[in-house]
């Protein structure tokens, strides 16, 4: 009965010990249940900042590439302005030697005219003073 007695204690030991031990192993898995969950909940929200982030560059990207090629529009439209001024500018210097160049013959003529004008009012009057003797 001795025997019974110690065997039933330490049975009851054992299972004092096993259910002990089963119940830190439950809060052990409560703990790792309650630690995955909150992973998740992690996890989740970092993915949808990610996602969010993401959608961000996108339209980041999106207006970036608008923005150049609107620059890149404007720059053209700035070369052809550039062009076009060049040319004026060019027609505007040709008109303007152009100018310059009937200016000078026109007042070379007009120098001549006078000389003519002169010689001929020269010769007038010689004739005039030749009359009036």
């Keep these: 009965m001795l025997l019974y007695i110690f065997i039933h204690t330490a049975v009851r030991k054992m299972a004092a010990r ?6 830190q192993e ?4 409560q703990d ?4 995955v969950v909150k992973l998740q909940g992690v996890i989740t929200s970092v993915k949808s900042e990610m996602e969010a982030a993401t959608l961000s560059a ?11 090629i609107a620059r890149e529009e404007a ?15 060019a027609e505007a210097d040709a ?6 160049r009937a200016m000078q013959s ?4 007009m120098a001549a005219m006078q000389d003519r004008s002169q010689q001929a009012w020269g010769k007038v009057q010689e004739k005039q003073a030749s009359v009036d003797k």
């Design 106 to 109: 026109f007042r070379a003529e």
């Design 95 to 100: 008109k303007n030697a152009e100018m310059q």
């Design 58 to 68: 996108e339209i980041a990207r999106s207006e970036l590439a608008e923005e150049q």
């Design 32 to 35: 790792a249940t309650s630690a």
């Design 26 to 29: 439950q809060a052990a898995r």
């Design 18 to 23: 096993f259910t002990q031990e089963l119940k």
């Design 75 to 89: 720059e053209e439209k700035a070369d052809a302005l550039r062009q076009q001024l060049e040319e004026v500018q």
